[in-house]
Protein backbone atom coordinates (compact mmCIF):
# COMPACT_ATOMS: atom_id res chain seq x y z
CA UNK A 1 0.00 0.00 0.00
CA UNK A 2 1.40 3.44 -1.01
CA UNK A 3 0.90 6.69 1.18
CA UNK A 4 -1.32 9.68 -0.53
CA UNK A 5 0.37 12.25 -1.61
CA UNK A 6 -0.43 14.16 1.96
CA UNK A 7 1.47 11.65 3.55
CA UNK A 8 4.44 12.35 1.44
CA UNK A 9 7.33 13.89 2.67
CA UNK A 10 9.06 16.84 0.54
CA UNK A 11 12.70 17.19 -0.33
CA UNK A 12 13.31 19.04 3.02
CA UNK A 13 11.23 16.58 5.05
CA UNK A 14 7.82 18.15 5.85
CA UNK A 15 4.59 16.96 5.06
CA UNK A 16 1.47 18.33 3.76
CA UNK A 17 -0.29 18.41 6.79
CA UNK A 18 2.40 20.67 8.29
CA UNK A 19 1.90 23.49 5.96
CA UNK A 20 -1.81 23.00 5.80
CA UNK A 21 -1.42 23.63 9.15
CA UNK A 22 0.83 26.71 9.50
CA UNK A 23 -1.67 27.83 7.02
CA UNK A 24 -5.06 27.56 8.14
CA UNK A 25 -3.53 29.10 11.88
CA UNK A 26 -2.10 32.00 9.63
CA UNK A 27 -5.89 32.25 8.31
CA UNK A 28 -7.25 32.25 11.64
CA UNK A 29 -4.83 34.66 12.90
CA UNK A 30 -5.08 37.36 9.61
CA UNK A 31 -9.25 37.22 9.64
CA UNK A 32 -9.97 37.08 13.15
CA UNK A 33 -6.87 37.64 15.18
CA UNK A 34 -6.92 34.60 17.02
CA UNK A 35 -3.31 33.57 17.62
CA UNK A 36 -2.89 29.50 18.08
CA UNK A 37 0.42 29.92 15.53
CA UNK A 38 2.64 29.13 18.87
CA UNK A 39 0.51 26.15 20.12
CA UNK A 40 1.56 23.04 20.61
CA UNK A 41 1.90 20.86 17.16
CA UNK A 42 0.40 17.34 18.37
CA UNK A 43 -2.91 18.81 19.98
CA UNK A 44 -3.74 21.44 17.22
CA UNK A 45 -3.43 18.73 14.26
CA UNK A 46 -6.34 16.60 16.33
CA UNK A 47 -8.28 19.17 17.15
CA UNK A 48 -7.96 20.71 13.88
CA UNK A 49 -8.75 17.30 12.34
CA UNK A 50 -11.89 16.90 14.38
CA UNK A 51 -12.94 20.09 12.62
CA UNK A 52 -12.12 18.70 9.18
CA UNK A 53 -14.14 15.12 9.74
CA UNK A 54 -17.26 17.38 11.52
CA UNK A 55 -17.45 19.79 8.28
CA UNK A 56 -16.89 16.61 6.13
CA UNK A 57 -13.51 18.10 3.88
CA UNK A 58 -11.14 16.40 2.45
CA UNK A 59 -8.23 18.54 3.91
CA UNK A 60 -7.49 20.95 6.22
CA UNK A 61 -6.97 23.25 3.25
CA UNK A 62 -10.66 22.83 2.08
CA UNK A 63 -11.87 23.36 6.18
CA UNK A 64 -9.37 26.52 5.85
CA UNK A 65 -11.74 27.98 2.99
CA UNK A 66 -14.27 27.20 4.90
CA UNK A 67 -13.28 29.01 8.13
CA UNK A 68 -12.70 32.29 6.17
CA UNK A 69 -15.95 32.48 4.47
CA UNK A 70 -18.08 30.75 6.86
CA UNK A 71 -18.29 33.04 10.40
CA UNK A 72 -20.40 30.21 12.19
CA UNK A 73 -17.93 27.30 10.81
CA UNK A 74 -15.29 29.72 12.37
CA UNK A 75 -16.76 29.51 15.77
CA UNK A 76 -16.91 25.69 15.92
CA UNK A 77 -13.36 24.96 15.03
CA UNK A 78 -12.48 28.22 17.81
CA UNK A 79 -14.48 25.88 20.24
CA UNK A 80 -12.22 23.24 19.08
CA UNK A 81 -9.16 25.02 19.41
CA UNK A 82 -10.17 26.76 22.93
CA UNK A 83 -10.27 23.87 25.30
CA UNK A 84 -13.16 24.02 27.77
CA UNK A 85 -12.99 21.73 30.35
CA UNK A 86 -12.93 22.01 34.06
CA UNK A 87 -14.43 21.32 36.93
CA UNK A 88 -15.05 23.82 40.85
CA UNK A 89 -12.11 22.91 42.91
CA UNK A 90 -10.17 20.83 40.35
CA UNK A 91 -7.25 19.39 41.87
CA UNK A 92 -8.22 20.86 45.87
CA UNK A 93 -5.14 19.94 47.21
CA UNK A 94 -3.94 23.78 45.44
CA UNK A 95 -6.79 25.28 46.89
CA UNK A 96 -5.58 23.95 49.87
CA UNK A 97 -2.12 24.95 49.40
CA UNK A 98 -3.55 28.40 48.68
CA UNK A 99 -5.85 28.39 52.02
CA UNK A 100 -3.09 27.72 54.24
CA UNK A 101 0.33 29.66 52.95
CA UNK A 102 -0.91 31.91 50.42
CA UNK A 103 -4.05 33.51 51.98
CA UNK A 104 -1.98 34.53 55.30
CA UNK A 105 0.12 36.82 53.02
CA UNK A 106 -3.09 37.91 51.42
CA UNK A 107 -4.50 39.20 54.55
CA UNK A 108 -1.67 41.64 54.71
CA UNK A 109 -3.06 43.85 51.42
CA UNK A 110 -5.57 46.62 52.28
CA UNK A 111 -7.11 45.20 48.85
CA UNK A 112 -6.60 42.58 46.93
CA UNK A 113 -6.69 41.47 42.91
CA UNK A 114 -6.60 38.14 41.39
CA UNK A 115 -6.39 37.24 37.56
CA UNK A 116 -7.83 33.95 36.61
CA UNK A 117 -6.07 33.54 33.51
CA UNK A 118 -7.55 31.09 30.98
CA UNK A 119 -10.77 30.84 33.15
CA UNK A 120 -12.57 28.77 30.23
CA UNK A 121 -16.44 28.36 31.64
CA UNK A 122 -15.60 30.05 34.96
CA UNK A 123 -15.27 27.30 37.46
CA UNK A 124 -12.34 27.99 38.84
CA UNK A 125 -13.03 31.84 39.48
CA UNK A 126 -16.09 30.93 41.18
CA UNK A 127 -13.93 28.55 43.20
CA UNK A 128 -11.36 31.40 43.86
CA UNK A 129 -14.47 33.52 44.77
CA UNK A 130 -16.00 31.06 47.15
CA UNK A 131 -12.31 30.53 48.69
CA UNK A 132 -11.60 34.34 49.67
CA UNK A 133 -15.06 34.79 50.90
CA UNK A 134 -14.48 32.04 53.26
CA UNK A 135 -11.51 33.12 53.85
CA UNK A 136 -13.13 36.72 55.31
CA UNK A 137 -11.50 38.30 52.07
CA UNK A 138 -13.87 38.50 49.04
CA UNK A 139 -15.53 42.18 50.07
CA UNK A 140 -11.87 43.58 49.23
CA UNK A 141 -10.95 41.56 46.66
CA UNK A 142 -11.67 41.78 42.61
CA UNK A 143 -11.37 38.81 40.23
CA UNK A 144 -10.22 39.33 36.95
CA UNK A 145 -11.43 36.57 35.14
CA UNK A 146 -10.00 35.77 30.99
CA UNK A 147 -10.44 33.97 28.37
CA UNK A 148 -10.01 33.94 24.82
CA UNK A 149 -13.34 32.25 24.37
CA UNK A 150 -16.26 34.58 23.83
CA UNK A 151 -18.55 31.31 24.23
CA UNK A 152 -17.06 30.44 27.18
CA UNK A 153 -16.94 34.18 29.14
CA UNK A 154 -20.88 34.16 28.11
CA UNK A 155 -21.05 31.14 30.27
CA UNK A 156 -18.52 32.03 32.85
CA UNK A 157 -20.70 35.20 33.47
CA UNK A 158 -24.18 33.47 33.27
CA UNK A 159 -22.80 30.80 36.57
CA UNK A 160 -25.25 28.31 35.46
CA UNK A 161 -23.71 24.72 35.95
CA UNK A 162 -25.47 21.07 35.43
CA UNK A 163 -26.97 20.01 39.01
CA UNK A 164 -25.40 16.72 37.92
CA UNK A 165 -21.97 18.14 38.23
CA UNK A 166 -22.96 19.54 41.86
CA UNK A 167 -21.33 16.55 43.95
CA UNK A 168 -17.73 15.93 42.15
CA UNK A 169 -17.79 20.44 42.76
CA UNK A 170 -19.18 19.68 46.42
CA UNK A 171 -16.30 16.65 47.09
CA UNK A 172 -13.55 19.05 45.39
CA UNK A 173 -15.26 21.66 48.06
CA UNK A 174 -14.50 19.83 50.97
CA UNK A 175 -11.46 18.04 50.23
CA UNK A 176 -9.91 21.58 49.64
CA UNK A 177 -10.45 22.37 53.28
CA UNK A 178 -13.46 24.07 52.40
CA UNK A 179 -15.44 25.70 55.06
CA UNK A 180 -19.68 24.98 55.36
CA UNK A 181 -21.72 23.85 52.42
CA UNK A 182 -21.32 24.92 48.60
CA UNK A 183 -24.50 24.29 48.55
CA UNK A 184 -24.60 28.61 50.07
CA UNK A 185 -22.82 29.58 47.01
CA UNK A 186 -25.67 28.76 44.38
CA UNK A 187 -29.45 28.08 43.81
CA UNK A 188 -30.30 24.75 42.33
CA UNK A 189 -33.36 24.95 39.71
CA UNK A 190 -34.50 21.48 37.86
CA UNK A 191 -30.92 20.17 36.55
CA UNK A 192 -29.07 23.24 36.61
CA UNK A 193 -27.67 25.70 39.68
CA UNK A 194 -27.00 29.10 39.68
CA UNK A 195 -24.15 30.47 40.98
CA UNK A 196 -24.92 33.51 44.07
CA UNK A 197 -24.85 36.97 42.96
CA UNK A 198 -22.88 37.71 45.82
CA UNK A 199 -19.74 35.98 44.02
CA UNK A 200 -20.89 37.51 40.50
CA UNK A 201 -20.15 41.00 41.74
CA UNK A 202 -16.68 40.47 42.94
CA UNK A 203 -15.77 38.84 39.47
CA UNK A 204 -14.78 40.96 35.66
CA UNK A 205 -14.96 38.37 32.92
CA UNK A 206 -12.91 39.85 30.15
CA UNK A 207 -11.51 38.76 26.73
CA UNK A 208 -7.72 38.49 26.82
CA UNK A 209 -5.02 36.59 24.51
CA UNK A 210 -1.95 35.15 26.49
CA UNK A 211 -0.46 35.17 23.00
CA UNK A 212 -1.10 38.69 21.22
CA UNK A 213 -2.42 40.71 24.43
CA UNK A 214 -0.55 42.72 27.07
CA UNK A 215 -0.75 43.24 31.20
CA UNK A 216 -3.88 44.82 32.10
CA UNK A 217 -3.19 45.36 36.24
CA UNK A 218 -1.09 44.85 38.94
CA UNK A 219 -2.23 41.54 40.63
CA UNK A 220 -1.33 39.90 44.15
CA UNK A 221 -2.01 36.22 42.72
CA UNK A 222 -2.26 34.92 39.24
CA UNK A 223 -3.76 31.39 38.82
CA UNK A 224 -3.26 29.77 35.45
CA UNK A 225 -4.23 26.15 35.32
CA UNK A 226 -3.64 23.71 32.59
CA UNK A 227 -3.43 26.26 29.97
CA UNK A 228 0.28 26.71 29.27
CA UNK A 229 0.08 22.61 28.39
CA UNK A 230 -0.94 23.81 25.21
CA UNK A 231 1.51 26.08 23.85
CA UNK A 232 5.22 25.94 22.88
CA UNK A 233 7.88 27.04 24.97
CA UNK A 234 8.17 30.22 23.20
CA UNK A 235 4.67 31.05 24.29
CA UNK A 236 4.65 29.78 27.75
CA UNK A 237 7.61 32.03 28.09
CA UNK A 238 5.63 34.67 26.91
CA UNK A 239 2.79 33.67 29.19
CA UNK A 240 4.63 33.70 32.17
CA UNK A 241 6.14 36.90 31.44
CA UNK A 242 2.90 38.62 31.57
CA UNK A 243 2.18 36.87 35.00
CA UNK A 244 5.66 38.28 36.13
CA UNK A 245 5.29 41.50 34.74
CA UNK A 246 1.40 41.35 36.33
CA UNK A 247 2.45 40.48 39.44
CA UNK A 248 3.77 42.77 42.68
CA UNK A 249 5.93 42.00 44.70
CA UNK A 250 5.95 38.90 46.71
CA UNK A 251 2.77 37.90 44.63
CA UNK A 252 1.82 34.20 44.02
CA UNK A 253 1.44 32.19 40.80
CA UNK A 254 -0.17 29.07 40.82
CA UNK A 255 0.29 26.72 37.29
CA UNK A 256 -1.85 23.62 36.65
CA UNK A 257 -0.07 20.11 38.29
CA UNK A 258 1.83 19.01 34.44
CA UNK A 259 3.16 22.50 34.55
CA UNK A 260 5.93 24.31 35.88
CA UNK A 261 8.13 27.15 35.94
CA UNK A 262 11.67 25.07 36.08
CA UNK A 263 12.59 25.31 32.69
CA UNK A 264 10.94 28.79 32.24
CA UNK A 265 13.03 31.80 31.25
CA UNK A 266 11.26 33.51 34.39
CA UNK A 267 12.07 30.81 37.33
CA UNK A 268 14.59 32.82 38.71
CA UNK A 269 12.48 35.15 39.85
CA UNK A 270 10.11 33.11 41.81
CA UNK A 271 10.51 30.74 45.01
CA UNK A 272 8.57 27.14 45.25
CA UNK A 273 6.52 27.59 47.90
CA UNK A 274 4.02 24.49 47.17
CA UNK A 275 6.40 22.10 45.23
CA UNK A 276 3.53 19.62 44.15
CA UNK A 277 0.67 22.08 44.17
CA UNK A 278 2.98 24.19 42.06
CA UNK A 279 2.39 27.27 43.71
CA UNK A 280 5.63 30.01 43.45
CA UNK A 281 5.98 33.58 44.99
CA UNK A 282 7.58 36.37 43.04
CA UNK A 283 10.84 37.42 45.17
CA UNK A 284 10.63 40.91 46.54
CA UNK A 285 13.80 42.01 44.73
Known sequence: MTNSAHDEPDRHGRHADDLEVRLILEAIYERYHYDFRDYAGSSLRRRLKAGQQRFGCANLSQLQGRVLHE????????????????????????YRALREQVVPVLRTFPSLRIWVAGCSGGEEAYSM?????????LDRTLIYATDISQEALAQAQAGVYRVDQVPLYTENHRASGGVGSLSEYYTAAYDHVLMDKSLKERIVFSDHSLSTDSVFAEVQL????????????ALQDRALGL???ALCRNGFLGLGARETLRFSAHAGEFVEIAAKERVYQKRSA
Open 71 to 94: PEVFRSVLSDLTVQVSEMFRDPEY
Open 129 to 137: AILMKEEGL
Open 222 to 233: VSCRNVLIYFNR
Open 243 to 245: FTE
